[in-house]
T-cell receptor, first 114, second 112 residues
Framework: DAGVIQSPRHEVTEMGQEVTLRCKPI?????LFWYRQTMMRGLELLIY????????DSGMPEDRFSAKMPNASFSTLKIQPSEPRDSAVYFC????????????FGSGTRLTVV | SQQGEEDPQALSIQEGENATMNCSYK?????LQWYRQNSGRGLVHLIL?????REKHSGRLRVTLDTSKKSSSLLITASRAADTASYFC????????????FGRGTSLIVHP
């Protein structure tokens, strides 16, 4: 099993540009989470999906952020337009058993907006 | 907030020593999880302890949970340089959304 796969690993973009982060969860996992990690705020939950349906997006900071999960094997997190304060490491995580098991994290995408 | 808080923020020890990290939280939980994060990597799940459990072991890891004090501890015995990482606790609340929230982590450095 290749684990949770995120791409790209690093992204540097100019302010105002659109950024799309991608995630492939572990096959068979039915819940997917997007987290953002910064030194100042730690790990913040942005949104999570259950069976491809967004359940809670209250952590999405602004309308500039959107996430989709068109099928069980793919999710995207889009920022449009990007701003320097969006610079962070974005993690995707998945789990099969809901609250009963731990979560498997991807290696993250380090986003730098200049 | 349900967020767990780890203590200490940073810990520096010599190889072979034991490392103890603590996590405190505020409301009832279904389970509590510990994760490790190496520099530049994603979080790796170490161990999950349910609210009706008091202690769990996994190799050199020992986790305790005291629900009356709303606290947990992670003990790493006979530490190795490779244990150098940040360690996070994540609390999954009982009832509600069952979404884990993470603390700010403990940065552990093990000197060879």
């Amino acid at each position: 099993d290749a684990g949770v796969i995120q791409s790209p690993r690093h992204e540097v973009t100019e302010m105002g540009q659109e950024v799309t982060l991608r995630c492939k969860p572990i096959s068979g996992h039915n819940s997917l989470f997007w987290y953002r990690q910064t030194m100042m705020r730690g790990l913040e939950l942005l949104i999570y999906f259950n069976n491809n349906v967004p359940i809670d997006d209250s952590g999405m900071p602004e309308d500039r952020f959107s996430a989709k999960m068109p099928n069980a094997s793919f999710s995207t997190l889009k920022i449009q337009p990007s701003e320097p304060r969006d610079s962070a490491v974005y993690f995707c995580a998945s789990t099969a058993g809901g609250i009963r098991y731990g979560y498997t994290f991807g290696s993250g995408t380090r986003l730098t907006v200049v | 907030s349900q967020q767990g808080e780890e203590d200490p923020q940073a810990l520096s020890i010599q190889e072979g020593e034991n490392a103890t990290m603590n996590c405190s939280y505020k409301t009832s939980i279904n389970n509590l999880q510990w994760y490790r994060q190496n520099s530049g990597r994603g979080l790796v799940h170490l161990i999950l302890i349910r609210s009706n459990e008091r202690e769990k072991h996994s190799g050199r890891l020992r986790v305790t949970l005291d629900t009356s004090k709303k606290s947990s501890s992670l003990l790493i015995t006979a530490s190795r340089a490779a244990d150098t990482a940040s360690y996070f606790c994540a609390t999954v609340p009982s009832g509600g959304s069952y979404i884990p929230t993470f603390g700010r982590g403990t940065s552990l450095i093990v000197h060879p």
